[in-house]
């Protein structure tokens, strides 16, 4: 197992990791969080080669997906960076990518009633604006749980929050910093439930948050 103590705040830098290789050829892996080997509760970057593919499969527990860079595609189509997925229990695929792509992946972690299939170009979502310059886009909600993307101008003051039922965080771009560090890009960060901290960004950044769903 690997960082599956949700009451343990975790911090990873991706840029500092080595890419594993997964069971298919082309396809490699940074870890961040997993229950077993090739099974079960699942987080990490993913790293497409140019014509890389996966076999047809279904995902029990459902496939969650940030596309962060290049185009990830399947038989439902072509999708650039920033596009968002929820594949729920039953939805069936092969993903490929002609010329690369990498994707953040969350895998096993759907609540058993969130059945419902997303697929979001955030570059053409609606935006909602807060003081200061901040922006959001409200990606899923079902229940307590609340996926985000969220724009933070550098300068403007932090906004301090608490995490009832914890939350991640995954640094698209640009540079942010709270009470305990600095994260650039390619930061992961887990808080646990019950923590609070007051992000700011040092650099324009953008940021995937996801809420209330480690309880």
Not at 185 to 192: F, H, I, S, V
């Amino acid at each position: 197992m690997l960082n599956m103590d949700f009451s343990q705040r975790v911090v990873i830098d991706t840029n500092n990791q080595q890419w594993v290789p997964s069971p298919k050829a082309g396809v490699w892996r940074k870890p961040l969080a997993r229950e077993e080997a090739e099974r079960g509760h699942a987080t990490s970057i993913v790293r497409y080669d140019a014509g890389a593919s996966f076999n047809g499969h279904n995902h029990p527990g459902g496939e969650e997906i940030l596309v962060l860079d290049g185009t990830f595609s399947d038989e439902t189509g072509d999708f650039p960076a920033l596009t968002y997925f929820r594949n729920p229990l039953g939805f069936r695929h092969a993903p490929f990518s002609k010329e690369g792509c990498l994707i953040l992946v969350k895998l096993h972690q759907f609540q058993s009633d969130d059945d419902k299939r997303l697929a979001i170009n955030t570059r053409e979502g609606l935006w909602h604006a807060r003081p200061h310059g901040l922006r959001y886009q409200i990606l899923h909600q079902h229940k307590s749980e609340s996926v985000v993307l969220v724009e933070l101008p550098a300068g403007a003051p932090g906004i301090t929050h608490e995490h009832p039922g914890g939350e991640e965080i995954y640094v698209i771009k640009g540079v942010i910093k709270d009470e305990w560090g600095t994260y650039p890009a390619g930061t992961w960060l887990r808080q646990p439930p019950g923590t609070s901290h007051c992000p700011y960004a040092v650099e324009d950044a953008l940021l995937w948050t996801k809420a209330g769903h480690l309880v």
